[in-house]
């Protein structure tokens, strides 16, 4: 069996399984929280909202994760685990930013069911979200720093990401380097990392208006990238960010209904390694789709 066929029926299988173990009890809380709005959930702070956030939970828990025994969560509610796990990320965020609601109403002993119950509905969600994210993100067999790498990125740290990607190029030994140093040589140094990480890195991608040097796709977000070599020792990054924009790179991938960001990197002749990176967010769709 091909490893994403098999990973893909991991994911479901767990998610299937997680699902099966919590969905009756949650559905009956919800019924409950519902047909007595007035004396229950209402009377709490923000109570409206409160039952808003329990009506978003439950709707896309019942939307996205319903199945029987003919259909699986993947390929049948998903088409691929990026296109699930962007989802989960949307849900997770969303979760994250309403949370304060259920924090507003702790009190202690006296704290309301309702309260404590959807906030056990919340710890779990975040737990399984954060389960299927780092399944997809670690590898055994991939060295501790190039784990952090590529967590780094999927989590837009682009200055803990240049960081580790400038040690891993110093540890190249000084032998090994090309007599001559060009633009071409780091790009192909950071293809290959990057790649070997299985972050599955696309280079020079032909465009209407140029050529884009990289573009690395998460379930979240696009990165695109352009490098540039300075001889002299001066920032080149913001040059770099600058032809990102100018060519409209960005619009390319709009389709895909993600942020993207614009990267410049910087390499250097003296240092052998990148001197400096510029970062912008290119385009944040008005709604991002799998909510």
Not at 193 to 206: D, Y
């Amino acid at each position: 069996m091909h490893p994403i066929v098999e990973r893909e029926r991991e994911l479901s299988e767990y998610l299937e399984e997680w699902i099966s173990a919590r969905y009756k009890d949650w559905s009956m809380f919800y019924h409950s929280a519902n047909q007595d709005k007035r004396n229950g959930v209402y009377r709490l702070k923000s109570g409206d909202r409160l039952m808003d956030l329990l009506d978003d939970i439950m709707g896309n828990i019942e939307e996205h994760f319903a199945f029987d025994a003919t259909s699986h969560i993947i390929p049948s509610r998903f088409s691929s685990i990026p296109q699930l796990l962007q989802f989960l990320d949307n849900f997770q965020k969303h979760i994250k930013k309403n949370f304060h609601l259920i924090e507003n109403n702790f009190n202690g002993e006296k704290t309301d069911l309702v309260v404590i119950e959807m906030y056990k509905m919340c710890q779990d969600i975040d737990q399984m979200v954060t389960r299927c994210q780092g399944i997809y993100m670690s590898d055994e067999n991939i060295p501790i720093p190039y784990q952090q790498a590529r967590m780094a990125l999927r989590n837009n740290d682009l200055k803990l990401f240049v960081m580790l990607m400038g040690s891993l190029i110093k540890s190249v030994p000084y032998s090994v380097h090309k007599e001559k140093l060009d633009e071409g040589y780091f790009h192909t140094i950071i293809h290959v990392i990057t790649a070997v990480l299985g972050m599955n890195p696309v280079s020079e991608t032909e465009t209407s208006d140029g050529r884009i040097d990289m573009m690395i796709e998460y379930p979240n977000r696009i990165f695109i990238m352009e490098f540039k070599y300075s001889k002299d020792g001066k920032d080149r990054s913001k040059g770099a960010l600058k032809q990102i924009k100018e060519n409209s790179y960005a619009e390319a991938y709009y389709i895909k209904g993600k942020q993207i960001e614009g990267v410049g990197m910087s390499f250097s002749q003296k240092t052998r390694n990148i001197d400096h990176f510029k970062q912008e967010c290119l385009y944040k769709p008005q709604v991002s789709i799998y909510q």
